[in-house]
């Protein structure tokens, strides 16, 4: 009997060596996982609760399904193609006008020009007439994702004649730069840790033929006369709460509802992005072309937070925007962090959530009742219900937490309005962006060869929207200070809880909070 005794012993050791692992979830009963052969280290595999689950997804495989295009790439422009103004002309700080189009492309060439070392400009693809839709990005190494650095967005125009938001983002990328190149230590700290990509106008055919006429609503829409705030995926079918008005999901004690997934551990993993993405039809809808450019680009690169301009009320709104069956709220699982987020906007502007300052537009008159009574920001759905929308599909289909900023209850402000507007938001422009650092982040690897694992899921207990990891392992988090258990899993390995307490106190970093697997 000794002989098969010492024949397992080594059989153990073997199994050790090789890097072959027992996965132990820590829930409640102490359940201990099957064991599962490990995927191949360029494999990714995506779990998603109530789905089939292969344990060995190949890379193109996970990308088809979460809505990534192979195709898609970002047009970056020669920084010479075309001539470039001086230096001074390029950072002219008091020049904040509504440019046209062409005006546009030069102005951002000119900033990127004159902060070659930390900006570039690309286009993610065209409007219906082929009108390019440009960015400019701010990074200390423009092009690229750097792995651990939050992705953050700005995107405004996407009704044509809604055009503060256009003359704000321009003016911000010269702040940016104005502030690089002269020693803003603030702004080099923002450009040091953050990747910030900035488009000014989503919808260049509707400002084209856009006018000052509020009341004609000219350029609203885009050449087809298709409203793009209206035109994406509409994914609410797949979360709750909008399934539990037709799959049975039962609410609980709090009145909120949570599904409870049948799976060999006890506890409830949330739904992500991109499983959200691979059960719903909507991605096959036809598409206005500026609505799919953008929808790519959202699916391209990892960006963790983002604002979209509006005009027509001041105020900040919040997802969802969509009102589910008997209920006049939408509330995210992100309630109290999107509202927050909202807040600390509202109350960086200058009088954005001050009750007293009523009236300061005129049209404020008429639209504004809900900012006004609710400190200057308001929930999408409580306002008014929409289906479609920039903000949903970008919390529902994405790990982007994005809100909508409503500048001016004037859709088409006056140049000599523009410049107030611009100190109305630049204070609270800046700090949305050093929230992005928010919350926990961190990189899940290989236990064994050290590898990134992509599309690893990170589950907060409690919170029913996971993250995934991008392709270079790592993840964002965005959460509220107090204490949090979080798990990783790749597939149906799972991490042993770890516990963190977030005390967003960096501007510029969120607390780490690594992984390893298998």
Same mark, same amino acid.
């Given at each position: 009997?000794?002989?098969?005794?010492?024949?397992?012993?080594?059989?153990?050791?073997?199994?050790?060596?090789?890097?072959?692992?027992?996965?132990?979830? #820590?829930?409640?009963?102490?359940?201990?996982?099957?064991?599962?052969?490990?995927?191949?280290?360029?494999?990714? #595999?995506?779990?998603? /609760?109530?789905?089939?689950?292969?344990?060995?997804?190949?890379?193109?495989?996970?990308?088809?399904?979460?809505?990534?295009?192979?195709?898609?790439?970002?047009?970056?422009?020669?920084?010479?193609?075309?001539?470039?103004?001086?230096?001074?002309?390029?950072?002219?700080?008091?020049?904040?006008?509504?440019?046209?189009?062409?005006?546009?492309?030069?102005?951002?060439?000119?900033?990127?020009?004159?902060?070659?070392?930390?900006?570039?400009?690309?286009?993610?693809?065209?409007?219906?007439?082929?009108?390019?839709?440009?960015?400019?990005?701010?990074?200390?190494?423009?092009?690229?994702?750097?792995?651990?650095?939050?992705?953050?967005?700005?995107?405004?125009?996407?009704?044509?004649?809604?055009?503060?938001?256009?003359?704000?983002?321009?003016?911000?990328?010269?702040?940016?730069?104005?502030?690089?190149?002269?020693?803003?230590?603030?702004?080099?700290n923002i450009i040091r840790s953050t990747r910030?990509?900035?488009?000014?106008?989503?919808?260049?055919?509707?400002?084209?033929?856009s006018n000052q006429n509020q009341a004609s609503g000219v350029g609203r829409f885009n050449h087809n006369g298709v409203d793009l705030n209206?035109?994406? /995926?509409?994914? #609410?079918?797949?979360?709750?709460?909008?399934?539990?008005?037709?799959?049975?999901?039962?609410?609980?004690?709090?009145?909120?509802?949570?599904?409870?997934f049948e799976e060999d551990i006890s506890t409830n993993w949330g739904w992500t992005g991109k499983c959200n993405l691979r059960k719903s039809s909507e991605l096959d809808k036809p598409m206005q072309r500026e609505t799919k450019a953008v929808l790519d680009w959202m699916n391209a690169i990892p960006f963790v937070m983002g604002y979209a301009f509006h005009d027509g009320a001041v105020g900040v709104v919040y997802p969802f925007d969509k009102r589910p069956r008997n209920m006049w709220y939408g509330a995210t699982p992100d309630d109290e962090l999107l509202r927050y987020l909202a807040t600390n906007y509202a109350q960086t502007h200058l009088h954005m959530s001050d009750r007293t300052a009523f009236g300061r537009d005129y049209n404020c008159r008429f639209t504004n009742g809900d900012f006004h009574r609710h400190g200057g920001v308001v929930n999408g759905a409580a306002w008014y219900s929409i289906s479609g929308a920039f903000e949903?599909?970008?919390?529902?289909?994405?790990?982007?937490?994005?809100?909508?900023?409503?500048?001016?209850?004037?859709?088409?402000?006056?140049?000599?309005?523009?410049?107030?507007?611009?100190?109305?938001?630049?204070?609270?422009?800046?700090?949305?962006?050093?929230?992005?650092?928010?919350?926990?982040?961190?990189?899940v690897t290989h236990r064994v060869t050290g590898s990134p694992l992509r599309n690893a899921v990170i589950h907060i207990t409690g919170q029913n929207k996971d993250v995934t990891t991008a392709t270079n392992g790592d993840y964002w988090r965005p959460l509220l200070r107090g204490i949090y258990t979080v798990y990783a899993r790749h597939g149906r390995f799972v991490s042993s809880p770890k516990h963190v307490y977030v005390t967003n106190t960096s501007r510029f970093s969120a607390t780490i909070l690594n992984f390893q697997l298998y």
């Amino acid at each position: 009997m000794t002989r098969p005794c010492r024949r397992h012993a080594v059989l153990v050791i073997y199994f050790i060596a090789v890097g072959f692992s027992w996965t132990v979830q #820590s829930a409640p009963n102490r359940e201990v996982l099957r064991r599962n052969t490990a995927p191949e280290i360029d494999t990714a #595999s995506l779990y998603c /609760p109530n789905q089939q689950n292969s344990n060995t997804m190949q890379a193109d495989e996970t990308t088809e399904a979460s809505g990534e295009q192979e195709t898609f790439e970002m047009r970056y422009l020669p920084q010479n193609e075309l001539p470039i103004n001086s230096t001074e002309t390029a950072l002219n700080m008091n020049d904040i006008v509504h440019h046209s189009a062409e005006n546009l492309l030069e102005i951002l060439l000119n900033v990127s020009m004159a902060c070659a070392e930390v900006s570039r400009v690309y286009s993610v693809g065209n409007s219906v007439t082929g009108t390019p839709l440009w960015v400019i990005e701010f990074s200390n190494n423009p092009g690229v994702h750097e792995t651990g650095e939050p992705e953050f967005r700005y995107v405004a125009n996407m009704h044509g004649n809604e055009v503060t938001g256009r003359a704000l983002t321009l003016r911000f990328a010269k702040e940016l730069c104005h502030g690089y190149l002269n020693g803003d230590v603030r702004i080099q700290n923002i450009i040091r840790s953050t990747r910030i990509h900035i488009m000014p106008s989503m919808n260049p055919d509707g400002f084209a033929i856009s006018n000052q006429n509020q009341a004609s609503g000219v350029g609203r829409f885009n050449h087809n006369g298709v409203d793009l705030n209206r035109d994406f /995926p509409d994914l #609410s079918a797949t979360i709750p709460p909008y399934t539990a008005q037709s799959t049975g999901i039962k609410k609980n004690s709090e009145g909120t509802a949570r599904a409870t997934f049948e799976e060999d551990i006890s506890t409830n993993w949330g739904w992500t992005g991109k499983c959200n993405l691979r059960k719903s039809s909507e991605l096959d809808k036809p598409m206005q072309r500026e609505t799919k450019a953008v929808l790519d680009w959202m699916n391209a690169i990892p960006f963790v937070m983002g604002y979209a301009f509006h005009d027509g009320a001041v105020g900040v709104v919040y997802p969802f925007d969509k009102r589910p069956r008997n209920m006049w709220y939408g509330a995210t699982p992100d309630d109290e962090l999107l509202r927050y987020l909202a807040t600390n906007y509202a109350q960086t502007h200058l009088h954005m959530s001050d009750r007293t300052a009523f009236g300061r537009d005129y049209n404020c008159r008429f639209t504004n009742g809900d900012f006004h009574r609710h400190g200057g920001v308001v929930n999408g759905a409580a306002w008014y219900s929409i289906s479609g929308a920039f903000e949903d599909y970008s919390y529902i289909g994405t790990d982007c937490f994005s809100l909508s900023v409503e500048a001016s209850c004037t859709k088409w402000v006056t140049q000599r309005r523009l410049r107030e507007e611009w100190l109305n938001n630049k204070e609270a422009m800046l700090s949305a962006v050093e929230k992005v650092h928010m919350g926990i982040k961190g990189v899940v690897t290989h236990r064994v060869t050290g590898s990134p694992l992509r599309n690893a899921v990170i589950h907060i207990t409690g919170q029913n929207k996971d993250v995934t990891t991008a392709t270079n392992g790592d993840y964002w988090r965005p959460l509220l200070r107090g204490i949090y258990t979080v798990y990783a899993r790749h597939g149906r390995f799972v991490s042993s809880p770890k516990h963190v307490y977030v005390t967003n106190t960096s501007r510029f970093s969120a607390t780490i909070l690594n992984f390893q697997l298998y």
